[in-house]
């Protein structure tokens, strides 16, 4: 089923994209419906998350789907030698889409192979997350009132951070210019360099972070050092604290400017931040309940004609 699946951003159009913030734009103005009633939905997530998961099982809840899954794949065969091929053939007798965030770079393209059910990437190792980007899309639209040509800061861990691949992927339609601001050990990766390169996106590098740096920024999205990828524990050790967002920092900072974040934060924005109007990144994770209802219907085969049109509306 690997037509209805989503693996990675860069399966879709620019048109596509649209179409699908267009759809979480009516997700956000009535979020709870009945368009999924009967319909069963799998969270199955091989590595921690807060956000991701529990905002995909309330999109399902809030669109009347019934949700089954595991956190942990501790409680699960897998911990009895069962292969994720099996894993997948089995929930896919039971639910109509699979959503699954797994610690191997490629689990998902592989499990989209296997499966006869749709199966959406909520995040495969340090390689692509596309859910996360499509709430990036809506709230970088939501806050600049546009996605074209924004200058878009991506600060910390670029080089491990899934988020800031996929989203450089979707913005390729966009006519972005990057800021890459890391440590020579978290730098962006040499193959997405290549890929702004083949798409004629404009990138700077900086390893400065300072106010100065910052001040063109339309969005600035930062990032945490992604401790579990590192195979040395000294090396996180060297760049964990590399980047701190501090306040005197925005002193500069354009009136339109916004920071993002995938969220954890564990050292990277400091918290006097949150209530000054640059911080967004509650809102940010906010949208990810509209845009993940946004994926499940599209998965599902439900058009933005059909949510228009919807008269399930719970008031
Ligand atoms: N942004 C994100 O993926 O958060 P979680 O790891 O909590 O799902």
Known sequence: MENNSLVTIAKYSKEKLLYLIEMAREFEKHPNRRLLEGRVVATLFFEPSTRTRLSFETAANRL??????????KVTSNTKGETLKDTIMMVSNYADVIIMRHFLEGAAQYASEVSPVPVVN??????????????????????????????I???????????????????????????FIAPDELAMPKYYKMYCEEHHIRYVEHQ????????????LYMTRVQRERFTDLMEYERVKDAYLLKRDMLAKARQNMKILHPLPRVNEIEYSIDDTPYAYYFQQARNGLY?????????????????????????
């Open 291 to 315: 845009a993940r209802q946004a994926l499940i219907c599209d998965s599902l085969g439900i058009t933005l004609e059909e949510v228009k049109n919807d008269k399930t509306i719970i008031a």
């Open 122 to 151: 909520a995040g495969d190792g340090a390689n692509q997350h596309p859910s996360q980007t499509m709430l990036d899309l809506y709230t970088i639209a939501q806050t600049q009132g546009t996605l074209e040509n924004l200058s």
């Open 208 to 219: 400065d972070f300072d106010a100065d740096t910052i001040a063109g920024a339309d969005i």
């Open 64 to 73: 009347g789907a019934r949700v089954i899954g595991f956190a942990d794949p």
């Open 153 to 179: 800061y991506l600060v910390g861990d670029l080089k491990y951070g899934r988020t800031v691949h996929s989203l450089l992927t979707a913005m390729r339609h966009f006519n972005p210019t990057f800021h």
